[in-house]
């Protein structure tokens, strides 16, 4: 049973394009949430996602970010014209249910895409 | 105020000893705490999950909840070089339904 897979695990892109993160959630896992970690911070959330619904994307930057999780294949958070800020480590975690629901808490995370911006 | 803090270290340790690690937090609301800990380019791995205040031990680790200090600790016996890594204390409070509350981490060297 694989884990969480990302894709791609490191990805170099120059400021004004497009970089697109990809996360396969573990088998059975119906909730995917994306993190981002900053150098020397702690993990900030980002969005989380149920199959073909944002739940809750409050951690999102306004501008240039999105995620989607369709019906088939990978959740997808996009960022659009990125810039140096945006290099980052980000994580995508998948659960079978929501976190903090009764007796649950399984978040499961990937390796991680390394995004470095030129 | 960070609503969760954590110091980042690095701590060193010889092998064999006892591990103390901490966080402290400010909203009252955090229900659930949980450890994870993070190898060098890797993802987090949960360690230990907790539900409110007292005592949680697995193996080597023993994790503890004091909601009324808002202070959450996890310890490592007989610590081993295995145990150098990055521990992240994690949070949440039911309503929120999503979002982990990371601490920054703190950098754990166990030296032989």
């Known amino acids: 049973n694989a884990g969480v897979m990302q894709n791609p695990r490191h990805l170099v892109r120059r400021r004004g394009q497009e970089a697109r993160l990809r996360c396969s959630p573990m088998?059975?896992?119906?909730?995917v949430y994306w993190y981002r970690q900053l150098p020397e911070e702690g993990l900030k959330f980002m969005v989380y996602?149920?199959?073909?619904?944002?739940?809750?994307e409050s951690g999102m930057p306004k501008e240039r970010f999105s995620a989607e999780f369709p019906k088939e294949g990978p959740s997808i958070l996009r960022i659009q014209q990125v810039v140096r800020g945006d290099s980052a480590a980000y994580f995508c975690?998948?659960?079978?249910?929501?976190?903090?629901?009764?007796?649950?808490?399984?978040?499961?995370f990937g390796a991680g895409s390394r995004l470095t911006v030129l | 105020q960070k609503e969760v803090e954590q110091d980042p270290g690095p701590l060193s340790v010889p092998e064999g000893a006892i591990v103390s690690l901490n966080c402290t937090y400010s909203?009252?609301?955090?229900?659930?705490f949980m450890w994870y800990r993070q190898y060098s380019r890797k993802g987090p791995e949960l360690l230990m999950y907790?539900?409110?205040?007292g005592n949680k031990e697995d193996g080597r680790f023993t994790a503890q909840v004091d909601k009324s200090s808002k202070y959450i600790s996890l310890f490592i016996r007989d610590s081993q070089p295995s145990d150098s890594a990055t521990y992240l204390c994690?949070?949440?409070?039911?309503?929120?339904?999503?979002?982990?509350?990371f601490g920054t981490g703190t950098r754990l060297q166990v030296t032989l």
């Open positions: 975690a998948s659960s079978p249910r929501e976190t903090g629901s009764s007796g649950a808490n399984v978040l499961t």
């Open positions: 088998k059975g896992h119906s909730h």
């Open positions: 996602l149920q199959k073909e619904n944002i739940i809750d």
């Open positions: 909203n009252s609301a955090f229900q659930y």
């Open positions: 907790t539900y409110s205040s």
């Open positions: 994690a949070m949440i409070y039911t309503g929120t339904a999503s979002k982990l509350t």
